[in-house]
Every structure is written in C-alpha cells, then in structure tokens.
C-alpha cells in the first residue's frame, strides 16, 4: 500500500482478518458426519448451495439445517450440524484484540464488515468475542453482516450499505480483507484497500501510519 494510514476509518473483513478459520477443519468434520461432497460447497473466500443462501439471507438457520441434513444420515442432530459448521473458526488470538482496542483508544472508528452466518454468528464468532469479557460492541463501532444485509462482498451493494449505516466516506476509510477480490471491489468503490494475506498480521500493516 503506498498511502500513509492516516483515514479515521479502519473497515475490517473477520475471517482470515481477525478471526482465525480452517477450511480443512470444517470439510474433514462435515465428512465425519457422512457430508461425502462437502467440498462442493466450501471454499476460503466464498461459498455455494445453501451455505452460500445462509449467507446470504436467502433461508434460516432452520432450513439450512434441513437441506444440509438431505446430504446426511438419519439421526444427525442440529447441534452436530452446528458443531461441525463452526470448526471453520478457530479462535481470535489476543494481539489482535489488543490492536483493536489500541486503535479505537487512538480515536479512530473501527467497523466490520463480514461475509458470514448467523450459526457462526451466535456461537463460535460469538465467543471469540467475548474471551476478554466484552462483546465484539467493545472492539468496534458499527456491524454489517451478510446475512443481515442479504448480500455478499464482492457485490458493491453490502459496501454501500456500510457507507449508508454508518455515514463514512470511502475516501477517508481503509478496507482490510484477506481476498483479493473484496480489496478490488472496495478500491473500485473508493476505500483505500490492505489485502492482508494468509499468515499476516494486520497490526503489522498499521506500521506505516
């Protein structure tokens, strides 16, 4: 990135971010429960099928659950379906939330903005949150979720929402993101980008404010 990190905004992506994930830990627990073509619909930076819908809105927890369970035995329980689905998320290390907290102390406005869906939401990225007694509202500014937004990034529209919610100004804002392609659509519309890849650590991309 060759712009100083001065913007009063920082937008965050969670998984791969802030959030640490393991696609292989999601496939390999889905393939334990009988899921034989998970792979089909898991990827790193997307998903398909009704995995990709409970991103998007499109159904609820309940039908997820439902149309996973036809790709399954009989006997399966929704709390197995839920156990497995969560080992995608592997945990927040501290440093990271320490990072966060130093920001917001610094007076800058932290935000997300996230492809995910509400069984993550209210159980493993839930407790994440909360391993220093706080909720993720003690980190940062204003949420906007996928499944609550009925879209997925790259599509320009979840971006603008944040914009809308939030009243922030892509030119004053820097977008962080482990995929390339959200960076793209975030640069596109304005936000200065940080592709943060596998194995980086955001905080150390801060160094050049």
């Known amino acids: 990135m060759d712009r100083e990190m001065t913007a009063m905004n920082y937008l965050f992506d969670l998984g791969g971010v802030i959030i640490d994930i393991c696609r292989h830990n999601c496939v390999e627990a889905f393939k334990r429960l009988g899921f034989e073509d998970i792979e089909d619909y898991l990827g790193d930076y997307g998903q398909k099928g009704v995995f990709l819908e ?65 069984v993550m939401w209210e159980s493993s990225i839930k407790a994440a949150f ?24 790259p599509d320009p529209g979840i971006f603008e929402l944040c914009f809308r919610k939030f009243g922030i100004r892509p030119e004053e804002t820097i977008f962080f993101d482990d995929s390339a392609a959200n960076c793209d659509s975030a640069s596109r519309l304005g936000l200065h980008t940080v592709h943060v890849p596998p194995g980086q650590e955001f905080s150390s991309m801060l160094s050049c404010r």
């Open 54 to 118: 409970l991103e998007e809105g499109k159904v609820s927890a309940d039908e997820f659950r439902a149309e996973v369970r036809t790709h399954l035995p009989a006997g399966v329980t929704d709390c197995q379906i839920d156990e497995a689905f969560n080992a995608f998320i592997t945990g927040i290390p501290l440093p990271r939330l320490e990072a966060l907290r130093r920001l917001r102390s610094e007076g800058h406005k932290l935000y997300v903005i996230s492809n995910t869906n509400p």
């Open 130 to 153: 909360a391993q220093e007694g706080g909720d993720i509202n003690t980190y940062f500014d204003g949420v906007v979720t996928s499944f609550e937004a009925g879209v997925c990034k």
